[in-house]
DNA sequence: GTCGTTGCAAAGATTTTGCATTACC
DNA sequence: GGTAATGCAAAATCTTTGCAACGAC
């Protein structure tokens, strides 16, 4: 049985507040302005467990730490900047994945990563 | 100026070797079997340099220590299966991702990573 | 009051670095 | 022979775990 603790509250609502996806060090960062004494175990335990949930999902990065973001924000993808490194949400998807498969495979879901320039550090 | 030692030649030739991507402790063992007293620091230093210099490509995989496979390849994604958790290289690549892209910004490159369950695990 | 949760610090795991030695060129 | 590269061990990260104390229910 769990419990909510002003601790998970805070961890879940940085998430939430965040418009991109956070490390865990940026959540423990965020979620330490309501919960200051807030360790770091705490978070990596809460995520652990919102991952296994279904609440959270990963988003990783070559070369980087793993980012999170809730569940709920529906299907997308991710942009990545070479220059300035942040992170942008992507929306829309390309149809045809399932053609890339050979014969027999079974197809469940994907991910989709982009690098270039975002259009802050675009000439 | 840099040299070709035989450790290095056991590395590149671990990678090339191999049918899918390996790991830092994979590269290890594999290259171990021509050099036996390798070092796991030498193997880092080399994949960093390779990386660097364009010959290897990292694969990052969600949850998953980064693996890392010959440039040489052409063009690919990756495909792991949920239930045997080998990973796969599919042909063909989606035409439309820059259409995915906000306005202003550039699109370099791309990773797609497909989940499911092979050609094997599937009943 | 019970017991899931926390904070801390220690332990693991993974990757990098300092430095004396080795071995390409 | 000069110096890049290596091996080892120590250091720096990043993540997990043990345990006593806390606090939600």
Known sequence: MTRN????????????T???????EEILEAAR???PGLGIATVYRNIRRMVEEGQLHPVQLPDEPAR????GKGHHHHFRCRKCERVFDVEGCPGSLKEMLPEGFQLESHEITLFGLCKHCHP
């Open 68 to 71: 999170y973001e809730p569940a």
């Open 5 to 16: 603790t002003s601790q998970r509250e805070a961890i879940q609502q940085s998430l939430e």
């Open 33 to 35: 302005e309501q919960v």
């Open 18 to 24: 965040a418009v991109r996806p956070l490390s865990p």
